[in-house]
Each structure stands twice: as C-alpha cells, then as structure tokens.
C-alpha cells in the first residue's frame, strides 16, 4: 500500500524568504515521488519528479526536492519565494510504471509582501 | 501542443439529475484518467483507460457514475443520479506511453449539486 502525507495544510511566508513544504510518503515498493502545483482555475502542473535517479531532484520555477529514504520524506524547497508561488502543492507518491498516483491532502502557500 | 480539454469548466445541477463531462486528451497519449477533488482534499482516481480499454475502476461509484472512452480518444463521465456528495471539481489526465509516470491535467469540471 502506498500513501502520502503532507505535514502542513498551510504554509505563509514572506517574498523572497525561503519555502519548506513538508512530506512523509509511506509505500510497500520502491516509489516515484512527484510534486504538483494547482494555481486557481488551473490544471495541475508537475513541478518535479523523482524516479530513481539522483536524489537531490531540481524542478520548474526554482524548485527542489530531497528523496530521503531513511526519513521516508520527500520535502519541497525553494531559496526565495516570490509572489506568483503562491498556490496549492500536492505531494504524489505512485510505484514506478503504473502510472496510478496517489495524492497527498495538498499544502497552501501563501506569500506575503 | 494542445493540452488537456475539458467542458464544460462549470455545471450546477439538482441532486438526482444526470449530468456529463467531456474530455479530450493530449493527441498520441495513450492513457487517460479522470479523477474527483472534493474541496480541500488531493485528487482521487476513479478510472484509467488506456487506449479504450478500462485498466482500473476500482474506485468508481458504478452504481452511479460510468465513464467510456469510445475509439481511444475522447472521453465521458456521467453521473446519474447525483447526490449531495458528488459537489467536486472533475479532472481529466492523459499520459504518453513513452513517459509512464507524467501526467497532464486538464482544468477541470467543477459540478455543484444542489
């Protein structure tokens, strides 16, 4: 079984500070972990995604996330956060080559100014 | 590239009417997925065709909702009758077989029973 869980509901922090988004997956298999980001009366967009490979994984618009196996996270980071972050992130967790995704609850981020 | 179409992007309607959503898929994805968003939750999977053939519909209210995906290509969901419960926003993904882990959403249907 396979499931994600994202540690905040809500995230608020000032532009140009840095943003932690928190994630704890938990799968019978080895996972592909994946993060999507759902701005208002969008689609959802992959921001970045992590398959096996390299476990630093950099994605879109600055973002980067850490596979860290021992810790079962998979946390989402940015060094400055500027305004047009501000949106919903959900943490996805699938087995590899299913193409099934398993959604985490999703974060807010919200972005002062 | 085109992305994922969907229509229509609202809809209200009375509970025990039937209502349908269409989707049209990235051209050449083979797999294609509809998904239901309750308000403040993450997207949850009800049914994945790949070409038109159902691979998973484990999570499908069968009893009240049916999904076809006639010549592999466009899709349609339907509910009858709806209830109360199934207020959400409806998703549509398509994926290449090439990349069997990147999706791409559509906008979305948000259905709003009353």
């Known amino acids: 079984a396979q499931s994600v869980t994202q540690l905040d509901s809500h995230v608020s922090v000032s532009e140009g500070t840095p943003v932690l988004l928190r994630c704890n997956y938990s799968?019978?298999?080895?996972?592909?972990l994946f993060w999507y980001v759902q701005h208002p009366n969008k689609g959802l967009q992959l921001l970045l995604k992590y398959t096996s490979a390299a476990t630093l994984v950099k994605g879109i618009n600055g973002f980067e996330a850490e596979f860290k196996k021992s810790e079962t996270s998979f946390h989402l980071t940015k060094p400055s956060a500027h305004m047009s972050d501000a949106a919903e992130y959900f943490c996805?967790?699938?087995?590899f080559g299913t193409g099934k995704l398993i959604f985490g609850q999703g974060t807010t981020l919200q972005v002062k100014p | 590239e085109a992305g994922v179409a969907q229509s229509p992007r609202y809809k209200i309607i009375e509970k025990r009417q039937s209502v349908a959503f269409w989707c049209n898929p990235i051209?050449?994805?083979?797999?294609l997925y509809w998904y239901q968003q309750i308000l403040g939750q993450g997207p949850k999977l009800l049914i994945q065709?790949?070409?038109?053939?159902?691979?998973?519909d484990s999570q499908l209210p069968k009893d009240r909702f049916s999904a076809e995906r006639l010549k592999g290509v466009d899709s349609t969901l339907k509910i009858q009758p709806a209830k109360l419960e199934d207020s959400a926003v409806y998703l549509c993904a398509s994926m290449p077989l090439a990349t069997p882990y990147e999706q791409y959403f559509g906008p979305g249907t948000r259905l709003t029973v009353t």
């Open positions: 996805v967790v699938s087995r």
């Open positions: 051209s050449g994805h083979a797999t």
């Open positions: 799968s019978s298999y080895s996972p592909s």
């Open positions: 065709f790949q070409n038109n053939g159902v691979v998973d």
